[in-house]
């Protein structure tokens, strides 16, 4: 199938600052795709460019193979990072603007629905909490049908409850065969959501893959962990790898019966033991330690 | 015209919620013009100030027909070194002390107190002297003195116009130029880019938005002060109308200028300040500028205040139709295109 959003060698530099550095990737139509990278690492700026509000320093960004233009802003939804939305408007004033500014239109009681704005369609947009605001603003980023949706840390300050909602609204997009592009730090976010993901550091992708392929590639152990007041044996001294982080012993292993059962041998009771398989937060502390430690 | 229309519905809904501009808007040009009214309402406005010491039985019982002129303020002074202190601060315009031998003070950079001296030792002379002496010496040739008639054309309806000219300068400029400002700033300019609003459409539906608003404004205050006011009409009202809803048109478009690119509203207000202080000051809202400096003159003609309250003034006090004010008519018209192109071109989302 043919790619939807192509971005080709992107390079952006700002006065003293390389914020994009070559960056290329694609989406296919349908896919969710994710971003992901540290603060600074170039995520928001490479989607402003891709989302036509910032000039790229050399490079381009194709929609239905043709550069981003106005069939782009018709046919796609974008919720920011940050936005304000104009004053004294209630919610479905607020709707019904962006509503009138595009060909496209959504359904809009599905829509009203689908975000779970009913309630709310006649308060005023400043007296919304947190997790109904962005239910709003992704409501703005779908009143118009768009073929393609772009999310910018969409549940960045929400609490667990509102993220879990959101969640099942990104789901539901889903499932409609609508190409998603999203932003996060959360990995557990990234895991669940998305079928691609794209790691970003200091303006360059270092890895890329389905979040299943890239945790394969990387890792072929298991995590075991110990609270530390139950770990007796020296941890220097330990017949594996072991390392003592805050209040738990950590033992990476390719073989867990094995590792049980020397733990089992040093008299290490068993009781709190947890055993996880890697995770992206695992593979995005990784291979983005270099550039938290600069 | 779907997108204009979106844009503009939801910026007037903007500013019809917004209470306390709604009323700011109002009250302002409501209270300067009762303000105004009631200052220069009584029939005879004092122009001079002059302190008498030592009380005010001195005057009463002087002979002088000095202190039976009109237009002039008599004031009771117990204390002559401070009433001499306010002469210095112009706060009087002259002090006289009755006492033999009597003497007076003016301030010597006061136009105000030249004038009071030149008064005071004419009275000196009974006027029928005067005549008999200028006849005498055929020197002078004294006219004969004549009356106006008709309705007189008070202080409050020669700065009505004014008025309502500022409170709409106000009203476009900052309505437009912080509006917009305050948008880009708080990133709504930017969501907006992400659209397919075109910056055009943007822009008209702010103009026009703006342009409704203020001509209804001054329309309900025009007519809330005319009841209480009366003010003198001589012109048509739509001719009035058509003056006024021209040059908001031109103000708003300067705000536009204003807010074409400006990110901080500091800094918008800053400028916009800028612009509206010398407009209020040198536009001839609260003085005539005849007589003032040519340069100042010249300059006036540059603020669209300027041709806005002439072509108003002229056709409420002068009865002047749409015709006889066509060249300020013009200006205003040639001012907005320019004004709004620039506005247009040099606009930035962000």
Same mark, same amino acid.
Request: charge should be positive; hydrophobic fraction near 35%; aromatic fraction near 4%.
């Given at each position: 199938m043919a790619e939807i959003l192509e971005v080709k060698n992107l390079v952006k530099h700002f006065p003293g600052v390389q914020?994009?550095?070559?960056v290329e990737f694609s989406i296919r139509p349908g896919v969710c795709f994710g971003l992901l990278g540290p603060n600074g690492a170039g995520k928001t700026t490479t989607i402003e460019i891709m989302e036509g509000i910032q000039k790229p320093t050399a490079g381009e960004v194709l929609y239905k193979g043709e550069p981003i233009g106005s069939r782009f802003k018709e046919e796609a939804g974008i919720q920011f990072q940050t936005t304000a939305l104009q004053e004294f408007l209630t919610v479905k004033e607020t709707l019904k603007m962006f509503h009138g500014l595009y060909k496209r239109s959504a359904d809009f009681d599905a829509l009203i629905d689908m975000c779970q704005l009913r309630d709310l369609l006649?308060?005023?947009?400043?007296? $919304?909490s947190g997790g109904q605001r962005q239910r709003l603003l992704l409501a703005i980023a779908l009143v118009n049908d768009p073929e393609v949706i772009i999310l910018d840390?969409?549940?960045?300050? $929400?609490d667990p409850h509102a993220r879990r909602v959101f969640w099942s609204l990104i789901d539901t997009i889903k499932q409609r065969n609508k190409t998603v592009l999203l932003t996060t730090h959360y990995m557990e976010e990234a895991y669940h959501l998305c079928d691609e993901i794209a790691i970003m550091e200091k303006g360059k992708i270092i890895a890329q893959g389905s979040p299943a392929q890239l945790l394969k590639a990387h890792f072929d152990d298991t995590v075991i962990s110990i609270p530390a007041e139950d770990f007796k044996v020296p941890v220097e001294t330990y017949a594996e790898e072991a390392y003592l982080h805050h209040e738990s012993v950590t033992i990476r292993t390719n073989n867990v019966q094995k590792s049980i059962q020397l733990l089992l041998d040093n008299d290490i009771? $068993?009781?709190?033991l947890e055993i996880r398989a890697r995770t992206l937060d695992d593979l995005f502390i990784e291979l983005t330690e270099n550039d938290l430690q600069s | 015209m779907k997108r204009f229309w979106a844009v503009l519905k939801a910026r007037n809904l903007e500013f019809l919620r917004d209470r306390t501009a709604l009323a700011w808007n109002f009250v302002m040009p409501v209270a300067f013009v009762f303000g105004f009214a009631f200052l220069f309402s009584s029939d005879e406005q004092d122009v001079y100030k002059i302190g008498v010491y030592p009380s005010s039985e001195a005057i009463v019982n002087h002979e002088s027909s000095f202190f039976d002129m009109r237009y002039v303020k008599f004031i009771p002074i117990d204390h002559l070194p401070t009433a001499i202190d306010k002469v210095k601060h112009h706060q009087l315009d002259m002090v006289i002390d009755l006492n033999k031998p009597s003497r007076y003070w003016i301030n010597s950079t006061s136009a105000n107190g030249y004038f009071l001296e030149k008064l005071l030792l004419a009275e000196s002379i009974k006027s029928e002297d005067i005549a008999s002496i200028a006849q005498l010496l055929h020197v002078v040739d004294v006219p004969e003195k004549q009356t106006v008639s008709g309705r007189e054309v008070r202080y409050v309806d020669w700065v009505l116009p004014g008025i309502l000219a500022v409170n709409m300068m106000f009203s476009c400029l900052y309505g437009v130029g912080y509006v917009i400002v305050r948008y880009r700033k708080n990133r709504v300019l930017r969501r907006l880019k992400a659209?397919?609003?075109l910056v055009f459409e943007f822009l008209a539906a702010q103009v026009v938005s703006r342009w409704l608003l203020t001509v209804v404004m001054a329309v309900i205050v025009f007519v809330v002060c005319d009841i209480f006011v009366n003010f003198f009409m001589r012109g048509s009202y739509v001719a009035l109308l058509v003056v006024f809803a021209t040059g908001s048109l031109t103000l708003i478009s300067l705000g536009l200028v204003v807010a074409a690119?400006?990110?901080s509203e500091e800094l918008s207000d800053g400028v916009l300040n800028l612009i509206s202080w010398p407009m209020m000051l040198? #536009?001839? &809202?609260?003085? #005539?500028?005849?007589? &003032?400096?040519p340069m100042a003159q010249k300059l006036s003609q540059v603020f669209p205040l300027t041709h806005m309250i002439s072509a108003a003034r002229a056709i409420m006090?002068?009865?002047?139709g749409l015709l006889d004010v066509y060249p300020q008519m013009l200006i205003l018209v040639g001012m907005a295109t320019v004004f709004f192109i620039i506005g247009s071109l040099s606009f930035r989302w962000e």
């Open positions: 914020a994009v550095n070559g006649a308060r005023d947009t400043r007296k $919304l840390e969409p549940t960045t300050g $929400l009771p $068993l009781s709190r | 659209t397919p609003l690119r400006i990110k040198l #536009s001839g &809202v609260w003085f #005539s500028l005849e007589g &003032v400096h006090n002068d009865g002047a």
